[in-house]
């Protein structure tokens, strides 16, 4: 995939977006899955992080990025039940590719 500046841009400028979508979801499951699918796109396709102009402290990453955080903080408040049973909390961490070991 050739990806350039502007297109790590504009994926770090439609990350906000994504996550009011996700918490405006109907129910607590659906607004973890939503969040949880977004998150592992994001890492799957880190491109991003890297190639880009909005990086430094407070700029339009940084926000977004904080913003993710303070949705799953919000969303993990939840229990195990209202996010849909032990996937939820036991597993979902599992499916994570880890930065430190799939490369």
């Keep these: 995939m050739m990806t350039n500046t502007h297109d790590g841009n504009m994926l770090i ?3 906000p977006d994504e996550v009011k979508k996700a918490l405006k979801k109907k129910t607590k499951p ?3 899955d939503s969040l949880f699918a977004l998150t592992f ?3 799957s396709h880190d491109y991003w992080m890297m190639d880009n102009e909005c990086w430094e402290e407070g700029d ?4 977004a990025i904080k913003g993710l955080a303070k949705a799953w903080k919000t969303t993990l408040k939840s229990t195990d039940a209202e996010l849909g049973g ?3 909390r036991a597993d979902a ?3 994570m590719p880890s930065r430190h070991t799939r490369r």
């Excluded at 339009?60 to 926000?63: F, L, R, S, T, V």
């Design 41 to 43: 796109a994001l890492d």
């Design 13 to 15: 400028f439609g990350i």
């Design 86 to 88: 032990a996937f939820a």
């Design 93 to 95: 961490h599992a499916h």
């Design 30 to 32: 659906e607004r973890f």
């Design 60 to 63: 339009e990453m940084d926000q």
